[in-house]
T-cell receptor
Framework: GNSVTQMEGPVTLSEEAFLTINCTYT??????LFWYVQYPGEGLQLLLK?????DKGSNKGFEATYRKETTSFHLEKGSVQVSDSAVYFC?????????????FGSGTQLTVLP | DAGITQSPRYKITETGRQVTLMCHQT?????MFWYRQDLGHGLRLIYY???????DKGEVPDGYVVSRSKTENFPLTLESATRSQTSVYFC??????????????FGPGTRLTVT
């Protein structure tokens, strides 16, 4: 079946530090990949996405590149801010499947200290 | 209010009681979903619906019932609540995909505690 594995958290960084959150996937086909962010007390919001190999998704200074050869979609940001503190979820959807539902990773809690 | 709303936002109930969580969206999205969020598990799909009167099971459907008589509403019922159903529940919706866009829009969540 399909699955998403994220690096375990929590992750604590100082403001302006470089961020990487690792995400790898297993899928029987060619999925679309997503990063969602959940701010405290809120629902999930789409952060960025990539629909095919070598695509780079980007938003709010965050980037992730769809690497088919390593089945990865790592999230990066060059300089984090306190406002980036949130839980980040990697997810996939298999367009060719009948269900076409999102499969989520377990989430990574990020705390950015001033 | 525009968007997707859930009610109640917080609920405490006793074991064995029936509880219904409400979800309402104003976009006329065809697809709606219910997830539960538990530490270490991320989000797990409970049920989803592709259109009014069409529902299907997700990964963890046991102990839950859904209905979808109107496109905009997708209530989730716990027929006899158990402590293992203590969780945060999220509703989500999306339209029919256009150009490969499968983005889901999430509600703010309902925190349910079963005592």
């Amino acid at each position: 079946g399909n699955s998403v594995t994220q690096m375990e958290g929590p992750v604590t960084l100082s403001e302006e530090a470089f961020l990487t959150i690792n995400c790898t996937y297993t899928a029987t086909g060619y999925p679309s990949l997503f990063w969602y962010v959940q701010y405290p007390g809120e629902g999930l919001q789409l952060l960025l996405k990539a629909t095919k190999a070598d695509d780079k998704g980007s938003n709010k200074g965050f980037e992730a590149t769809y690497r088919k050869e390593t089945t990865s979609f790592h999230l990066e940001k060059g300089s984090v801010q306190v406002s980036d503190s949130a839980v980040y979820f990697c997810a996939l959807i298999l367009i060719s499947g009948s269900a076409r539902q999102l499969t989520f990773g377990s989430g990574t809690q990020l705390t950015v200290l001033p | 209010d525009a968007g997707i709303t859930q009610s109640p936002r917080y609920k405490i109930t006793e074991t064995g009681r029936q509880v219904t969580l409400m979800c309402h969206q104003t976009w006329s999205h065809s697809y709606m979903f219910w997830y539960r969020q538990d530490l270490g598990h991320g989000l797990r799909l409970i049920y989803y619906s592709a259109a009014a009167d069409i529902t299907d099971k997700g990964e963890v459907p046991d102990g839950y019932v859904v209905s979808r008589s109107k496109t905009e509403n997708f209530p989730l019922t716990l027929e006899s609540a158990t402590r293992s159903q203590t969780s945060v529940y999220f509703c989500a919706s999306r339209g029919a995909p256009a150009g490969g866009d499968y983005e889901q829009y999430f509600g703010p969540g309902t925190r349910l505690t079963v005592t």
